[in-house]
């Protein structure tokens, strides 16, 4: 017995030994990647209604539009797009598909004249069940026709049930997105406007392909147009999206043929109350989230399409502690939420709700407030805008630094790299004349937050040993690099190369005929030497290559040299080369020798200085060469059957002491047990 457990405890621990040596299990750097291959200024945006100035949406990648279902849809059941002389929807897409804005029409609420209902209660008729999927047929249609006219397909005129007084329009190519509802997890309208997870399984079926075309083929986004994606409403609690994810997915498994979730998005709105982002729960439920969609439905994105806090002080749930506070804040969210994995964000609001004064909760949260005289930015317009502007074509590449006391993280543009550094606490904290390691570059600025300012602050950085001295505070800063000095010093290089061959020209012209005549022909005299020894050369390196590629065809074998394990010391002897580099080195064959392709001049040891270079010289620097070539072979062959005997030992012998130790752990139980 005692003889069973010795046995158990050492292979154990050689089992534990292997995994460590063998397993790599990440670093503290990984990072979500987002399903959508966006730069940073594509992911960040603002909800908003039409009536918004559009200099305000401008300073997003992304606006989410209120649109109320009844404002496009007749009580005969029909659509029509056109009806307000004073809202363009046409334009207004347009406008904003033309300056690179991706698009959320949420398409909320029903209405009293087509349902027979309250219009924030489902949309399906009265008296119809709430858990088919043909009971939102008419909500379903209603998806078709805008996928049909905003989206990327021209769709036949008879398919469309538009009114007869509305423009046939279809495949303008403005919208990819379509949200077919707003927090329908709301609880303050009653159970009539809150749906379980299986009414809303049930209308995200209907609404994304017409529950896989059963309705019929005039039913839902993706039937109108297969390039455009269902985004589910916004749930209006994060903490218990992964229950109604889950749920959802059971209803799909049962009620759908593909067993898929019938939807492209998930999304869900996120409230930090009267906390910063990284000390609410914000990062926690969407980690959960995120790990849910990657377990199971792993094509999906992820989005928050409201977010935000008010900068009354006085509002009831969820104050900012200033205007600049609020502005940092929104940009932490954003830089946070791009680091963890999320697709898109979209701050609530673009204009406040009411005046400034308001203390209704969400009322303040707005990025601007509108006054008699039109509208005011405040701080956190100038904000977003300043981070839109500054990383645009930038991704997140590395975590340099997140921690209780500071947050590096580093974007990437081609050669050009920015530094995002920012306190995460909520008291004012400064750490002054931070030194931030850039590495090679020649260029680095700072820009800085600031009110008033669309771009904000920007100045020149000074550069000591590799680095620059910041100062961080809560408020994020940008530090932007360029001009690698390594590229630069190959420029000034090449530039003098090319004074000294002008120079070299300009003497030349400067010579008498007769003296040209004779530079002309030791010229080609000296070409044809360079080109006989760079035949020869090359003839070398034809050999050096065949030598490598058959060594490498046939697996180390013995074609060229025979590699053998020493079982002493495990290194490599290779029969058919040891004899020859012996001998060369016998001959005082210098390993220094090389032979220079371009101007065939030799660097040789001192002693061989003084001598003229003659063909037994180029002779012995051929068969130097030839050394050279074994050498190589010598030490690739070494490498080579390092790294097979590596891979093997990997695989193989970690697995199989991990069986022993499952095995003897089996036997070490039942020898116990049938002790006792």
Partial sequence: MKRIKEIFIFLFII??????????????NDFNVSKSDLTIDQKIGMNGHIDVPRDILYAGGVVREYHNFGWSITPNKQMYFERFSWWDFDGYYEDLHKHGITILPCIQMGEQAVFNRNRNEKPVMKGDSTTDPMSYKIHANYLYNYAARYG???????????????????????????????????????????????????????????????????????????????????????????????EMQEWANINR????????????????GVHSPENSTFVEDAKKIIDWRNTNASDKEIWITEFGWDTNLGSTKHAAPSEDAQRDWIIREYLIGDRIGLDRMTVYDALNDGPSSNTTQYSTSGLATKVSEGTVKKSSW???????????????SEVIKEDNEMYIYKYVKGNDICYVLWSPTESNKVINNYILNIGN????????????????????????NNAVSV??????????????????????????????????????DKEENDNKEEIINKNEEENNNITIDNKKNDEINNKENIIINNEAKTNNKVIIINNILDENNNNIVINSTEDN?????????????????????YDVDEEDEDKEVTNSKTNENSNNNTDKVKERIIEESKKDIKEESNSKHYGFEGYLLLLIVLVLAIIFSKSVLSNR
């Fill in 15 to 28: 089992g534990l030994l292997t995994i460590s040596n063998n397993f790599s299990f990440g670093n503290t």
């Fill in 152 to 246: 990327h397909t021209v769709v036949p005129i008879e398919k469309l049930n538009l009114d007869p007084n509305d423009s046939y329009k279809t495949g303008l190519g403005y919208i990819t997105y379509y949200e077919d509802w707003n927090e329908p997890d709301k609880t303050w309208q009653g159970p009539d406007a809150q749906f379980n997870s299986t009414e809303l399984a049930a209308m995200l079926s209907a609404d994304y392909d017409g529950h896989e075309g059963k309705l019929g083929d005039v039913y839902g986004v993706k039937q109108a147009d297969k390039n455009s994606k269902l985004v589910m409403g916004g749930m209006a609690g994060g903490s218990t999206m992964v229950k109604w994810l889950t």
């Fill in 257 to 272: 043929t593909d067993k898929k979730l019938p939807l492209d998005v998930i999304n869900y709105h996120q409230y930090a």
């Fill in 382 to 396: 100038y904000g977003v805008n300043t981070l839109k502007n500054t990383l645009k074509g930038y991704k997140l």
């Fill in 441 to 464: 570059f020649k260029n680095a600025s700072l820009t800085e937050l600031k009110n008033k300012e669309d771009l904000g602050i920007t100045s020149n950085l000074t550069i000591n």
């Fill in 471 to 508: 100062n961080v505070s809560e408020s994020p800063i940008f530090v932007k690099v360029s001009g690698i000095i390594e590229d630069t010093k190959n420029e000034e290089n090449t530039d003098d190369e090319k004074d000294n061959q002008k120079e070299i020209i300009d003497n030349n």
């Fill in 581 to 601: 580099i012996k001998s060369s080195r016998e001959n005082g064959i210098s390993s220094k020798t090389t032979t220079s392709y371009d101007d065939n001049d």
